[in-house]
């Protein structure tokens, strides 16, 4: 994931994760691409990923997803609110026919 805002490692030490496991490593990739994904669809495709509001935002948003991934019934409104989100993004990009990420 070389051309991401942020990488493994650098995710790994937000979190405070001494040891990631094959499990940690995956959820924590997918996370990776996920925030990449918002942050896409909320500011456009280029956005400056070596900006470091950027890498925080990625952070932040990463380490809910980490957090509270699988209890989206307990979930936080932050949580909440990225849900909504993520569900708007989509369909406006469905609806302009782009793909960009």
Do not use: C, W
């Amino acid at each position: 994931m070389a051309n991401t805002v942020v990488q493994v490692e650098d995710v790994l030490n937000y979190l405070g994760i001494d040891y990631a496991d094959n499990m940690v490593t995956a959820n924590v990739t997918r996370a990776i691409s996920t925030a990449d994904a918002y942050i896409k669809g909320a500011v456009g495709a280029d956005y400056p990923a070596e900006d470091p509001r950027a890498k925080e935002l990625a952070l932040i948003f990463i380490a809910d997803l980490y957090d509270n991934r699988g209890m989206l019934e307990k979930s936080s409104t932050n949580v909440r609110r990225l849900v909504d989100d993520f569900l708007l993004q989509l369909r406006l990009e469905l609806r302009r026919g782009s793909n960009d990420f």
